[in-house]
């Protein structure tokens, strides 16, 4: 089912890539790479016939389907909360206020925070903005906190 699935996605998004062909090189550029994408996942699906592959691929597209997805649905929300909260306490503050413009920037900020690539968060803040940096220090604690205890969950 999964097969025919990503095998339907693949093939719709490489016909709309086609027919973006003519219209703008930007647009056809997202979707040949989200086309390439779901052709690489729906390559899975051949492995089958491989006999070492075989259990491999089952159990890859098992976890996939079932617990990434879930664990992204619930991860999904926990980042949307922390990015709004986070997005909301820097406008407090103008220096992170001309940083991260627009909720899209302090999202992508929090998932970088996540993945540990963003290391000069509260460098050069002034003494000035003392409660507002404290409430967003502790807001970033137990957000670390807490998508410690999502990933390690993953883990499990």
Request: proline letters at 1%; zero cysteines.
């Amino acid at each position: 089912m999964a097969s025919h699935i990503s095998g339907i996605l693949f093939s719709t998004t490489v016909f709309i890539w086609f027919g973006f062909f003519e219209l703008a090189a930007h647009s056809q550029a997202y979707i040949l790479s989200v086309a390439l994408l779901l052709g690489w996942m729906f390559t899975i699906s051949f492995a089958k016939g491989f006999e070492t592959v075989h259990s491999f691929s089952i159990i890859l597209k098992h976890i996939f389907i079932r617990d990434i997805t879930r664990f992204l649905f619930i991860y999904l929300f926990v980042m949307l909360g922390f990015a709004l909260a986070f997005h909301v306490l820097f406008q407090l503050v103008p220096l992170l206020a001309d940083r991260y413009h627009s909720p899209w920037d302090t999202f992508f900020m929090t998932l970088n925070v996540m993945l540990g690539l963003e290391d000069s968060l509260f460098e050069d803040f002034e003494s000035s903005y003392g409660t507002a940096v404290a409430f967003i220090k502790t807001t970033y604690v137990a957000y670390v906190l807490l998508s410690g205890i999502i990933l390690f969950n993953l883990l499990i």
